[in-house]
């Protein structure tokens, strides 16, 4: 028997998909490429936009018409908050809302022997408890692997379902995390990639309690997860997904600058560079206080790498509010903007607000952030000439330039000529020149 994966969204869903890929080996299945025939294919969905909805939907759809007899399983945050609509689709066979994923391959043989559709989903009151899929042994990466540590969120950012999605927070045993890491470097990766729905909610929710070592008194949340894994023999770096600053602040982020394995780039959302529109999406902090943070960063390395979310044409967005965005752009010289129009989601505190924008106010303002994300990581790249940055080759270049590539610790995509025995290596690279989407390197 043959499965096939497809994976929309975040990290967390990659990380979870190939948790369910080793599900599936262990059961005697073959993992074969998505475009090839397959007896079982899984969807993992997003929900962030109507446009990953819409994504969703149209995977489900070419991947019956690839195999019209095939068993077609559904799951994932688009599951979890449509269900009705997911399992509407003649195509579907298996809808799996987010806290099912690890029965997944249980729900297929059901439907094998009985030929019935199924539906699986849990309340969000039900989703309370960490799920643990077990250590994950390998991934299609052979340089970077990503490890879940967290999942839910209490936030209720006002544009945002994954709360509904994803349900309450909790937390992975700091030991599970810990071994899983342990296991990924000893198969030889070199970058461990801490994600989860909201990482610095680590360790937050009521009951959560680990055992401290002697060393670590007054540590909380995601420290405690850095500092061992930190200590891990090997060579190997940690990269944090992200951080979000409606949860830590500039001295929780102080903390983390001692741990000599963390990289130096943070994704760190800001989502509006507006008060105004921070206020409106309830996200908890100012333009100042994410200032602070930045300062922090770039006081410990100057061409320290800060990526972020900006949403623009949010209800009640003036003029002078997405200025505020484009300035923010403009301080923090971010390596990379991930540029969004705002999309109504059904239950969210925004989808009722008053001062919805014009399509074509939204179409205007993203090419303008666009733009200005583009000048920012122009200028970023420019202060990182002729500095020495530690690189994780991981592949040769596809255009057939016959450079390899991969990023460095602050997340510039870097191209050099080297070889084979380059590839998932840490080296020590000198960057030349802005080329294509990221720097010209020399390796040292």
């Known amino acids: ?180 890491a342990r296991t990924l470097i000893e198969q030889g990766f070199k970058e461990i990639i801490l994600t989860g729905i909201n990482t610095a909610l680590y360790g937050t929710e009521e009951g959560f309690d680990y055992p401290l070592m002697a060393d670590e008194e007054g540590f909380t949340g995601i420290e405690i997860i850095i500092k061992r894994i930190n200590q891990l023999p090997g060579e190997f770096r940690i990269r944090l997904s992200s951080l979000e600053p409606t949860v830590i602040n500039a001295d929780y982020v102080k903390r983390l600058m001692k741990y000599g394995r963390l990289c130096p780039h943070l994704h760190l959302s800001i989502q509006s560079g507006s008060d105004h529109v921070l206020g409106l999406m309830n996200r908890r902090y100012d333009r100042q206080e994410y200032l602070d943070i930045v300062k922090v960063l770039k006081d410990y390395d100057p061409q320290y790498g800060i990526t972020t979310d900006i949403i623009c044409g949010f209800p009640g967005e003036t003029e002078a509010d997405f200025e505020d965005s ?26 009722t607000m008053k001062g919805q924008i014009a399509g074509e106010v939204k179409n205007a303002r993203i090419d303008r952030l666009i733009e200005a994300g583009d000048k920012a990581a122009s200028e970023f790249v420019e202060l990182c000439r002729n500095s020495v940055r530690e690189v994780l080759f991981e592949e040769f270049a596809a255009d057939g330039s016959g450079l390899i590539t991969g990023y460095s610790d602050n997340y510039i995509k870097v191209y050099a000529e080297g070889t084979e025995t380059d590839l998932n290596n840490l080296r020590k690279v000198r960057l030349i020149e802005e080329y294509k989407d990221g720097m010209k390197g020399e390796i040292l």
């Open 1 to 180: 028997m043959k499965a096939a994966f497809h994976t929309l969204g975040c990290k967390v869903n990659q990380y979870e998909t190939e948790a369910m890929k080793e599900q599936f080996r262990a059961a005697g299945y073959e993992i074969v490429d998505e475009e090839d025939f397959a007896d079982v294919y899984v969807i993992n969905t997003c929900t962030v936009t109507n446009l990953a909805d819409r994504k969703s939907r149209q995977y489900i759809r070419r991947m019956k018409k690839k195999s019209p007899d095939a068993v077609v399983a559904v799951t994932g945050c688009y599951a979890q908050v449509k269900p009705e609509e997911v399992g509407a689709l003649e195509e579907v066979n298996i809808v799996a809302g987010t806290g099912e994923k690890n029965n997944i391959v249980r729900y297929v043989q059901e439907f094998m022997e009985q030929r019935q559709n199924q539906q699986h989903i849990k309340a969000y009151d039900d989703l309370t408890t960490y799920d643990d899929r077990g250590i994950i042994t390998s991934m299609e990466s052979r340089t970077r692997a990503y490890i879940k540590i967290q999942e839910g969120c209490d936030r209720f950012c006002a544009y945002c379902l994954i709360p509904f999605a994803r349900g309450h927070v909790r937390s992975r045993d700091p030991e599970e995390v810990v071994l899983e």
């Open 326 to 351: 484009l300035d923010m752009v403009d301080r923090v010289k971010f390596c990379k903007v991930h540029a969004f129009k705002y999309s109504k989601r059904d239950g969210t505190a925004a989808a």
